[in-house]
């Protein structure tokens, strides 16, 4: 049986690529959601309006990979393995695991 470690660090790119592959545009209403992509826009940050559902749920799995002991350097460079070969330096994405942990990590 794998360990629940490796598991986890699988999580990041499996949901990443899923979401930006196959996300359907969602309304958010949610003032943390449209801070935390105004942000990201604000950084440089370009994408479609209908892949917003998708960069926040990819938010989210920071927190759950944080609660799995991952450090956010791993999760960056789980995040770089996948949005990398779409034209993101591992510095972009640095800046968007630091962002999402902030706004959305408790404590």
């Known amino acids: 049986m794998p360990s629940p470690r490796w598991l986890a660090r699988l999580t990041?790119?499996?949901m990443a690529g899923a979401a930006l592959v196959a996300s359907a545009a969602i309304?958010?209403?949610d003032p943390t959601n449209d801070a935390y992509l105004?942000?990201?826009r604000a950084l440089g940050f370009t994408f479609?309006?209908?892949?917003d559902e998708a960069v926040i749920?990819?938010?989210h799995l920071n927190c759950y990979d944080r609660k799995w002991g991952l450090t956010p350097d791993a999760i960056a460079n789980d995040v770089h393995a996948v949005l990398g070969p779409r034209g993101?330096?591992?510095e972009d994405v640095t800046s968007m695991v630091s962002l999402a942990e902030s706004t959305y990590c408790p404590g």
């Open 12 to 14: 990041i790119p499996m």
């Open 27 to 29: 309304a958010t209403a």
């Open 38 to 40: 105004a942000q990201l």
């Open 48 to 51: 479609p309006p209908e892949r």
């Open 57 to 59: 749920a990819m938010a």
């Open 88 to 90: 993101l330096t591992f």
